[in-house]
């Protein structure tokens, strides 16, 4: 009887052109919207996972690969599959754009690459290894 | 014998607390309405046949785990699962909201 769908879950994309990548909830709307009467969340995740980092790479390749792009999307909890993983990254810019952060393009293109930078500064600490790893099926 | 006897008393005891959840209590059955009341939380009990498909079972153990909601194998596959809840069809998962007059929640978790 926990509510686990809340901001900070990692979840697993399931239908889409994003089907298979891992994503983190920024913004739950539990009861829906006027356009999407549904429960659905604001998701941001990696359309892109960085890529493996061995010893022998130059400072250069390193920031290379260590990139990430990330997709922001409204997404219904039917094609979610919650994991029992969270990430407390801060994406507080993002979620306050809330629904019209998605709602002109230019605004999407800047929360995600807010976004993008967030998610990349916690991939180079180390930590939540399971998120940036991509999800072999 | 002893064990076996207790056993069949236990499913007699699900079914009989079963039909009085459905004759006072709120349920669901189905697959979509199981998760639906699994992701708001709003399940209290999830009952699966035995004859679930093995996915399925755990999709639903670890939606189930997330929420800590506990989950009953029951002992039949779906088309006693269905009988038992007085059903002419058959039923592989289903969900307690509310149990109504019935016990069934407080003596029957410990199964997840």
Redesign the interface.
Known sequence: MVKFLKPGKAVILLQGRYAGRKAVIVRVFEEGTRDRPYGHCLVAGLAKYPKKVIRKDSAKKTAKKSRVKCFLKLVNFTHLMPTRYTLDVDLKDVASGGPDALASSDKKVAAAKSAKARLEERFKTGKNRWFFTKLRF | MAPTKKAKKSTENINNKLQLVMKSGKYTLGY?TV?KTL???KG?LIILANNCPPLRKS?IEY?A?????SVHHFHGNNVDLGTACGKYYRVCCLSIIDPGDSDIISTTPGTQ
């Open positions: 979509k998760l992701r708001s939380s209290k999709e939606y785990m997330l929420a800590k909601i």
